[in-house]
């Protein structure tokens, strides 16, 4: 970080922390950890986790199967490596893929296929050695029938053990789509023509299509042309410093125009999203700090309580394992950012991939989106007497979920990572669930290392008409969770 960068984040931080007293909490009392069950015993969820990239052989699935059953994930993206499965014209050979579906399965997690890409065997001139981002509608009739026949083959092989099949990968950027320049309407083109030849080795398959980033132009134009007509479903790909800046306007925009445009509702999906550990100078995000596995892992989080709260049927954090020198696009060889929960090589496993695994335990398929009143107060650390500003107090989240009938609130400070903020402490969170149980035993779970705190009971000040509030709590940059001991005892290990 340079001074210019030091300087800026200080000023910021001077001014949000203004008139706010840190302090150490008093009235937590540690009781417990966050225990995950593992995949296989947790009947379902919308959390996935991208194990891209096996078509470039970036990594070893084998050292990744158990860890990943462990962090209690349900699906995992999977790209099907058309370059890796037909290294003879007219033969196929799945024995590579097979092993990765069938390991994921075994252990409690559901693939998807994000299918893409082209092969070297029937193109020329490639950006790149496994044809990345080679699009098989510009290399002549042959190549594009060897896809057609490629994808009747994968279908019916994996025909039972795989459902969703996502086309391509993000059409409207140059460096996955190659060598013309992105096409709304040749991307239709794919999809028909893709579409058309799964669904004749499954036809109970699902098809889907996705785009880098959110809400566009290519989105609006591709949904008015039609696009809606031959999808199940809509991938986003919303890679952003603030996972939550402009998201929910973006979803319920993009949701809109599918209903539009089809006159039926297609579920939108967050296909890929992630942040890195660490992030290489001039990286697409910006960044001004080089990252840390702290940050990643709070980054994590966030992603995932933001894609809940809006009702996201499935979420996926990208990725599994780091990505290597050797990654490629198809503008050539690129500098990546290490976005994986385990390391590359060592494949050991980073803070978030801890992170995940406390997520996973807490919002399975019981945890769901509530709409009951739940907000955090700023007043007793930043009194309104003070002349000061008021947008931190705007800013406060606090996401409404219900487990087992329960109020359950994930509530945080949506600030930059990159500032690394201390928690501010002494807040209220206020908590009034219209049909749910009272919560009478509160417990707070800090999401990041996964301990339990028992706290005090909310009080209403005497009227028994206003909401619980519940006091001295902190406050940090990532999600804490707020629920009664009865919804989460089967997802806590008490202390001895």
Not at 20 to 31: M, N, R
Request: aromatic share 12%; with cysteine.
């Amino acid at each position: 970080m340079n001074d210019k960068h030091k300087l800026a984040a200080a000023l910021l931080a001077f001014t949000f922390l203004l008139y706010i007293p840190l302090k150490a909490s008093d009235s937590l009392v540690e009781i417990g950890t966050v225990k995950n069950p593992g995949s296989k015993n947790i009947r379902g969820s919308s959390l996935g986790i991208g194990f891209e990239c096996l078509d470039r052989k970036i990594f070893d699935p084998e050292k990744t199967y158990d860890k990943l059953e462990k962090t209690g994930v349900k699906w995992a993206r999977c790209q099907t490596g058309w370059n890796r499965c037909e290294t003879q014209k007219g033969v196929y050979d799945f024995k590579w893929l097979d092993g990765v579906v069938d390991n994921l399965i075994s252990r409690g997690i559901r693939p998807w296929f994000n299918v893409g890409f082209g092969n070297p065997i029937y193109m020329e001139n490639l950006t790149n050695p496994a044809a990345v981002g080679h699009v098989p509608l510009y290399y002549g009739e042959e190549v594009k029938a060897a896809w057609g026949n490629f994808l009747r083959a994968l279908a019916e092989h994996f025909k039972g053990r795989v459902e969703y099949y996502e086309i391509w990968n993000e059409p409207n950027i140059v460096n996955f789509w190659r060598p013309a320049k992105p096409s709304v309407s040749e991307y239709m083109k794919l999809i028909r023509f893709s579409r058309e030849n799964i669904l004749k080795g499954d036809p109970g398959a699902k098809i889907g299509a996705c785009v880098s980033g959110g809400m566009s132009g290519y989105v609006e134009s591709f949904f008015n042309a039609g696009g809606g007509k031959f999808i199940d479903f809509f991938a986003v790909h919303p890679y952003q410093i603030l996972p939550e800046q402009n998201y929910a306007a973006m979803a319920g925009s993009i949701r809109a125009l599918m209903r539009e445009t089809s006159g039926r509702e297609i579920p939108l999906w967050q296909g890929e999203s992630g942040y890195g550990s660490y992030f290489p100078e001039g990286h697409f995000l910006k960044t001004w700090h080089r990252g840390s596995q702290k940050n990643q892992a709070k980054w994590l989080l966030r992603r995932f309580a933001t894609d809940l709260s809006l009702k996201i049927p499935l979420t996926s954090f990208f990725q599994c394992v780091d990505l290597t020198a050797a990654y490629q696009t198809g503008v050539g060889k690129q500098s990546p950012s290490l976005h994986g929960i385990l390391e590359n090589v060592t494949y050991r496993e980073k803070e978030a991939y801890y992170a995940l695994k406390n997520f996973c335990a807490v919002f399975d398929s019981d945890t769901k989106p509530s709409e009951y009143f739940a907000a955090a107060d700023l007043t007793p650390v930043r009194p309104r007497s003070e002349k000061i500003s008021r947008l931190p107090d705007m800013a406060a989240i606090a996401y409404a979920f219900e487990r087992n009938g329960y109020p359950l609130v994930a509530y945080y400070m949506p600030e930059d990572l990159q500032l690394e903020s201390a928690a501010i402490d002494g807040v209220k969170l206020s908590v009034l669930g219209g049909g749910l149980k009272r919560v009478e035993n509160p417990v707070l779970i800090d999401m990041l290392d996964g301990k339990v705190y028992k706290i005090a009971k909310g009080k209403t000040s005497g009227n028994p008409y206003a909401a619980p509030i519940f006091r001295n709590l902190p406050l940090k940059d990532y999600p804490l969770v707020l629920t009664d001991f009865e919804a989460v005892k089967d997802r806590i290990s008490l202390a001895r």
